[in-house]
């Protein structure tokens, strides 16, 4: 899992940080920076996506498991402190 959201978080935070320094050197028109601009940012998004579709043979099918687990574990955790905060109360 850790690989899986790793792996996409890293190249969201590159083609973002691309696109960002390519659209503030390149403000007015795409110059020598457009085929950087477009590989490493707007291609790598794309990547990105379709990389979290959920289907056998991408990350989106090891990624996407984790959601609920992590939504089970928050509502366990709840209701945890539910109780616990009951029993201190009683004492």
């Known amino acids: 899992m850790l690989i899986a959201w790793g792996g996409v978080a890293l190249q ?5 940080a691309v696109i960002g320094i390519a659209s503030f050197i390149n403000a007015d028109r ?3 920076y457009g ?13 990105v996506i379709l990389n979290l579709i959920p289907a056998p043979g991408l990350d989106g ?3 996407w498991r984790v ?7 928050m509502r ?13 109360r009683r004492k």
């Open 67 to 73: 959601v609920p687990l992590l939504l089970a574990r």
């Open 35 to 47: 085929p950087v601009e477009t590989i490493l940012g707007y291609y790598s998004l794309l990547v």
């Open 30 to 32: 795409p110059g020598y």
């Open 12 to 16: 969201t935070v590159v083609a973002s």
């Open 76 to 88: 366990a955790r709840s209701q945890v402190r539910k109780v616990l905060g009951k029993v201190s």
């Open 61 to 63: 099918h090891t990624a």
